[in-house]
Nanobody, 123 residues
């Protein structure tokens, strides 16, 4: 079992930056898991944002955020991060982190989810 808690969301103007953090706890070693970030806007499907493998050596991004967002992890601190730069109004959503057995873009691959943190980008 893994418990995930996101933080770092908020209101920011277009062009600004935010850094999201996801803290993991539980019996299973954090470094066993690949981690992902997803987002969900009102009335829309949950969509993939970024994913990172257990060591941090492999990452993958959605085309919509590539070059603007960076996913990273600190296994010693049981945390995964999402640095978001050059934010756009269309990035507004609840951002959720997830843990799973392998790096993947499909939400169905992930076994554990946090509650999410709201990111709002004003124009």
């Amino acid at each position: 079992q893994v418990q995930l808690v996101e933080s770092g969301g908020g209101l920011v103007q277009a062009g600004g930056s935010l850094r999201l953090s996801c803290a993991a706890s539980g019996r299973t070693t954090f470094s066993y898991y690949a981690m992902g970030w997803f987002r969900q806007a009102p009335g829309k499907e949950r969509e993939f944002v970024a994913t990172i493998n257990w060591s941090g050596g492999s990452t993958y991004y959605a085309d919509s955020v590539k070059g603007r967002f960076t996913i990273s992890r600190d296994n010693a601190k049981n945390r995964v991060y999402l640095q978001m730069n050059s934010l756009k109004p269309e990035d507004t959503a609840v951002y959720l982190c997830a843990a799973g057995p392998a790096i993947a873009t499909s939400r169905y691959t992930y076994d554990y989810w946090g509650q999410g943190t709201q990111v709002t980008v004003s124009s």
